[in-house]
């Protein structure tokens, strides 16, 4: 296993429809951390969390990384499914966030729904504790997760970009 206290992890600044993105890789390829530029700072103090002590630095994430936010983006809602993350957190986080992925493009899931897919129906607000500790938003789509109602609730993009993503999904599948 790799001493994060020695981890040089990637830096990489993309362009999408909804705003640049920042995507973190490590030296396997895998994302640590994709935010939107406008919220560098939540995943920098997600990033500490996740890779403690690992130095950041400006460099190109892989091009399998890249070719596939650009055909998410161009409208194969699918292209992201294969990629590698690395995350820390708690069992339950890796339990939600594995949740998360499951959720087909095009979809939505409540937060009660969400916690009922775990086997824990009664922990909704540990659910979105959980959601809104995803350091690698898009590829665990948090975004797919709405109130009980409905509605759209908070979303670490902004909600105009939830909003966005969820009719790109909702178009293209």
Request: net charge positive; proline share 5%; with cysteine.
């Amino acid at each position: 296993m790799t001493d994060a206290r020695r981890e040089v992890l990637r830096l990489d600044r993309i362009e999408t429809p909804v705003g640049e993105m920042l995507v973190v890789t490590d030296g396997e390829g895998a994302v640590r951390a994709l935010d939107f530029a406008d919220y560098e700072p939540r995943m920098m103090r997600l990033l500490a969390r996740h890779a403690p002590g690992a130095t950041l630095t400006p460099g190109q994430a892989p091009e399998a990384v890249r070719q596939a936010l650009a055909a998410y983006f161009a409208g194969d809602v699918r292209a992201l499914e294969g990629l590698r993350v690395k995350t820390a957190g708690t069992a339950f986080q890796a339990e939600v966030w594995a949740a998360l992925r499951a959720i087909p493009a095009g979809e939505t899931r409540s937060y009660g729904q969400l916690a009922a897919a775990i086997g824990r129906p009664s922990a909704v607000r540990a659910v979105g504790l959980a959601n809104g500790s995803n350091p690698v938003g898009v590829i665990v789509p948090c975004h797919r997760v709405i109130g009980a109602n409905g509605t759209l609730t908070g979303y670490a993009g902004g909600l105009e970009r939830k909003r966005w993503l969820l009719a790109h999904e909702a178009g293209a599948v």
